[in-house]
């Protein structure tokens, strides 16, 4: 039972590079999110979506782009890497209604230089 | 403006010592509140969701409370492996996200 899988794990890029994090969930859950930590400001959402074709923003969109053309797949793409985007990422997924909890990948850290 | 403060940010118990972490937040209507646990290099695991003021969830030597304005995650007798970083959340007013505190992180030693 994969659940979550999150990949690269670790990834060291360069300003100015366009970079893909990449996230595969085998339960078929609808809604799927992507959240960055950082210490000192805890989880924060980027993007969420509660289908394939349906995304929508979260707390921290800028930068960011996201697309899902399949439910299982949320792929994440800085557009031109920026060392503030230096964090880790963390994919989750929910069944359904906000009320249930979201469960969540092993994270990919990346390091922008 | 939602938002969850967890305190102390960090917790050194001796192996045994019971203890509280505490979890205030600011959300209208509350819809569900979450307790994860963080080990280094993973991501959150889930542990609870408490619904309404009054309600309390246990799981080994972990019991979560829920109040209108906060919750608390009591640790009875803890042992080494429960070191690792606890996460309250919130569900945002829309419904749609979490929104997460910055963790308490707790160190037991044997």
């Known amino acids: 039972d994969a659940g979550i899988t999150q990949s690269p794990r670790y990834k060291i890029t360069e300003t100015g590079r366009q970079v893909t994090l990449m996230c595969h969930q085998t339960?078929?859950?609808?809604?799927m999110f992507w959240y960055r930590q950082d210490l000192g400001h805890g989880l924060r959402l980027i993007y969420y979506?509660?289908?394939?074709?349906?995304?929508d923003k979260g707390e921290v969109p800028d930068g960011y782009v996201v697309s899902r053309s399949k439910t299982e797949n949320f792929p994440l793409t800085l557009e031109s890497a920026t060392r503030s985007q230096t964090s880790v990422y963390f994919c989750?997924?929910?069944?359904?209604?906000?009320?249930?909890?979201?469960?969540f990948g092993d994270g990919t850290r990346l390091s922008i230089l | 403006e939602d938002q969850v403060t967890q305190s102390p940010e960090a917790l050194r118990l001796q192996e045994g010592e019971s203890s509280s972490l505490n979890c205030s937040y600011t959300?209208?209507?509350?819809?569900?509140l979450f307790w994860y646990r963080q080990d280094p290099g993973k991501g959150p695991e889930f542990l609870f969701t408490?619904?309404?003021a009054g309600e309390e969830k246990e799981k080994e030597r972990l019991k979560a409370t829920l109040t209108k304005k906060e919750s608390f995650l009591h640790i009875t007798a803890p042992k080494p492996e429960d070191s690792a970083t606890y996460l309250c959340?919130?569900?945002?007013?829309?419904?749609?996200?979490?929104?997460f505190g910055k963790g308490t992180t707790l160190s037991v030693s044997s």
């Open positions: 339960w078929s859950h609808s809604y």
């Open positions: 989750a997924t929910r069944t359904g209604p906000g009320n249930q909890p979201q469960h």
């Open positions: 959340a919130v569900l945002n007013q829309a419904g749609t996200a979490l929104i």
């Open positions: 408490l619904y309404s």
């Open positions: 979506s509660a289908a394939a074709d349906i995304t």
């Open positions: 959300v209208s209507g509350l819809r569900g």
